[in-house]
């Protein structure tokens, strides 16, 4: 039976897998760690669009068809703003100001980001721990052959088109992991790491390369296990698919194993991408194929429930030998 799990996530596809664990694990047995380095400042607002979005989906009021925001959401900020010739590309409804306007009030009062996601998830009735992967500020560069613009511009004032030449964590260099999140890769109660299927480059590296994390997630005993975000060649939300292209990496789950050597312990793909067994049965993890679209509750769920049984076998035999490769 699985103690603790910690999960890192990114936003749409992350949070998908989240809603699942959410329901196969209770409060105390579940931590989601999500990433800060799409946080931005808009309108004098700070925005923290992942961990929204994880927030709102277990919170059962997200967005389904958008993917992000709020279900049954208003616009008449927005429009009364527009009127004014304002900033209105960052989609803001009346609801979500909300979240937004509480998170920047306390910020300026002084409390940790941590301490605020747990106030909103409290609101929200939320009880499982969502934690900012750190109280320090991280901000996602985007380099193109123009320049670098970033993130949030990128991915939603530019809607993905410019062609992606690098990445660039600024503050990266001092920023520490959350220390919960530390704390809780040390606890012998752990008993399974899931990297869940969201971006690599853009929302689970930031993670990684805050200072210490993949070092205390190379020593945790527990096994660490990733979802594969490319199935058939494709992402299923998001530039994934598009970003790997333009950085000349494979569109292939063996590409996604290639990225997180050295950290995982365990692989799960799709069935579409079958044909990539053989190749992955050379690089050093356990293996699972199963369906991982999830379209449906009853997918998410049965995503995670593969996860945390596949965590389970192979948590006795994790080897330490393919992490100093």
Known sequence: MVDKVLALCGG?????????????????QLTILVNTADDFEHLGL?????????MYTLAGINNGALGWGIEGETWHCLAALEVFG???????????????LFRTSQLKQGASLTDITGLLCQ???????????????????????????????????????????????VGIETARPNPLALALLNDPQLTGIIIC???PYVSIDPILALDGFSDALKQAKAPVVAVSPIVGGAAIKGPTAKMMRELSIPTTPTAIVEHYQGLIDGFIFDNADHQY???????HVALNMT???????????????????????????????????
């Open 86 to 100: 304002g900033e209105t590309w960052f989609r803001l409804g009346d609801r979500d100001l909300a979240t937004h």
């Open 12 to 28: 749409v596809g992350g949070a998908k897998l989240a809603l699942g664990l959410n329901h196969c694990l209770s409060p105390d």
């Open 291 to 325: 369906n991982t679209v999830m379209k449906t509750l009853e997918d998410k769920i049965l995503l995670a429930e593969t996860a945390l049984t596949f965590m389970n076998e192979i948590s006795g035999q994790k080897s330490i030998d393919h992490k100093n490769m």
């Open 277 to 283: 067994k053989v190749p992955l049965s050379d690089m």
């Open 123 to 169: 609101g929200l009735g939320v009880e499982t721990q969502i934690l900012p992967m750190s109280d320090d500020c991280v901000r996602t560069m985007v380099a193109t052959p123009t320049g670098e613009i970033a993130f949030q511009h990128y991915f939603v004032k530019a809607q993905c088109q410019p062609t992606v030449c690098d990445f660039h964590f």
């Open 46 to 54: 700070h925005i923290s669009p992942d961990i929204d979005t994880v």
């Open 197 to 199: 299927p969201s971006n």
